[in-house]
């Protein structure tokens, strides 16, 4: 049990790091051509999270052909907004506003699979969307892309999380984590074609330091998910917080305001408390394999 939570803090901080080094591009590359040669770096984890038995070709397809294209199209778009967003947002603001995933996971899940939401997790999305009004306060600041652009990153992750409620546990590890790497391999790579510019070797520094981070951190997730379920491990996605504040304070001169760390609670809580909540009341969590 323990080793399987140490190992979902060690992903998540190696997620939270590999935010920190595309955020130190600041938006000096397009951020497609980022995610692209980060999706190309992604590929290094697939021999790791490949099992016995596993075809290489399973990379590409699914039991469910539906479930991998909703997996390859909100992974780019997921990957491109969350690129976005940390190049015009303090890390914790933005990190704030994609965790309003899982109150949008409650909202999809009542239209899409017909689930049935009690009034607390109703009063969690309540209290998680006054939580942005308290963080983003429209009319009294001004609002940019990258609030949209973490929201946007919020509402994709959302999307692919209740696909893959629908799947259940049918699908492989490889077919999932696929998806997410080609689908934005693939998108950034036709707008790469458009527009690009050959990073320098600093650039480069960073660009490898995100991208492997985040394939470590698939494997990171794939072995805490093998050692314990994935509802235990859902929670230490908020130890993201801590590292965003303390990369934002440090080496971007970030700074949070009494409001915004208000809000910021607000949101966090809201979303844990949803987690917690809909592992006790449909336990679907016990049914997913993270990726």
Known sequence: MLKGVLLGFACYAAYAISDAFVKSLHGTLPAFEAVFFGAVLGLVAIPFIR????????????????????????????????????????????????????????????????????WRRWSAVLAGFIGVLVVLRPGFRQLGVGHFAAMTCGMAGAISMVALRKAGAHEKRISLYGAGVIGPLAIGGLLTLTSFTWPSLYQWWLLAGYGLLAGLAGVLLMLATQLIPANRVAPTQYSQMLWAIGFGYWLFGDSLDWPMLAGIVLILGAGLFTLVREDQVTGWWRRIKLV
């Open 51 to 118: 099992k016995p038995g596993d075809r290489w070709h399973e990379v590409f397809v699914a039991r469910r052909p539906s479930l991998w294209w909703i997996r390859a199209v909100t992974g780019a778009a997921t990957n491109l907004s969350a690129v976005v967003a940390f190049t015009h947002l303090p890390m914790a603001e933005a990190f704030a506003l994609i965790f309003l995933m899982p109150i949008f996971v409650t909202v999809l899940s009542v239209i899409f699979l017909k689930e049935h939401v009690g």
